[in-house]
Every structure is written in structure tokens, then in C-alpha cells.
């Protein structure tokens, strides 16, 4: 997804991501109302398989957000669709770069490549040293991120 997922500038990142939100919101509150989604219900789409793999989502995750989108209109499938490559940070980051007229090198990343199949086997080692729920989501993360010297280069 390189070059994509980007804000349309540093100072619309804050509202761009409200917006984001706001449309989210809508898949968890409104959508499983729905009649699309009831009808994906119908259908059978709870049997699809909810394992997670190492990108975070599902086959059932994958194809509940292929459902929201296709539901949603058509300005607000286009807005997600335009934002999807970069996360919320990220988009900041990016805006703030070329703001101040830094440059940057765009590089595609494939999640698997860094996360692959040690995910498993790393999340183990970092529940077994201490829960997000004993010490907080900014402890977890870094007691996780410090065990992994290809994604923390500072470990």
C-alpha cells in the first residue's frame, strides 16, 4: 500500500482521524443492525473462521469489513478506503514531514516478513512475562516491542 493512507495535510490530520472514528463507530453501533449484516448472519458468515493471524485480523474479520464498506456511502467508503496504508500516528508523522519540508523515503512493509510465524511464539514469551491487563497497554507494548530486535531497533 505504499504512498497511500496518507492525511491531505498536517492540519487536517486531527479532523481526518475524528472522522475515521466517527465512521467506525457506525460498523459497531449501527451496522450489526443492519439488514446487510443480518442477512450476512443469515447467510452463514459466523462460520467462518475467527483465528487471528499475524496481520490481527480473521476470515471473519476480513469479511465483516468487506461488508461495512460495500454498506456504507459511497463518501464515506471512498474516505476509508483512501485511508487505509498508514496507521493514525503514522499519517501525523507523515503530514508533519512534509510540513517542515523533510524528506522521506516510502517503503512497502509486509507484515509478515517481520511478524510472520514467531508471532505466536513472541506473544507466549510476553504473556508469560506480565499481562496487559497487570501493568497497562504502554508496558506491554514496550516489554514486547524491546523483545523484538527487528521491529525496536533500540533494544
Known amino acids: 500500500m505504499k504512498g497511500k493512507g496518507k492525511v491531505q495535510d498536517f492540519s487536517t490530520a486531527g479532523a481526518e482521524h ?21 442477512d450476512a448472519v443469515e447467510g452463514g458468515i ?18 465483516v469489513d468487506r461488508l461495512f464498506l460495500a454498506w456504507l456511502p459511497e463518501e464515506g467508503r471512498n474516505f476509508m478506503e483512501a485511508a487505509e496504508g498508514l496507521g493514525s500516528s503514522q499519517k501525523a508523522e507523515v503530514a508533519w514531514l512534509k510540513r517542515r519540508g523533510y524528506g522521506y523515503d516510502e517503503v512497502e ?14 506473544q507466549g514469551e510476553a504473556d508469560a512475562a ?20 527487528s521491529v525496536c531497533p533500540y533494544a
Not at 512493509?109 to 513472541?122: K, L, T
Open 109 to 122: 512493509v509486509d507484515i509478515s516478513q517481520w511478524i510472520g510465524e514467531q508471532a505466536n511464539e513472541v
Open 18 to 38: 475524528l472522522k475515521r472514528e466517527e465512521i467506525q463507530l457506525k460498523k459497531k453501533d449501527i451496522f450489526p443492525e443492519s439488514p446487510k449484516f443480518k
Open 46 to 63: 459466523h462460520k467462518l473462521s475467527k483465528e487471528v493471524r499475524a496481520d490481527a485480523s480473521s476470515q471473519y474479520s476480513r469479511e
Open 130 to 149: 506480565f499481562t496487559m491487563e497487570e501493568v497497562g497497554w504502554d508496558a506491554w507494548a514496550k516489554q514486547w516491542l524491546v523483545s523484538q530486535p
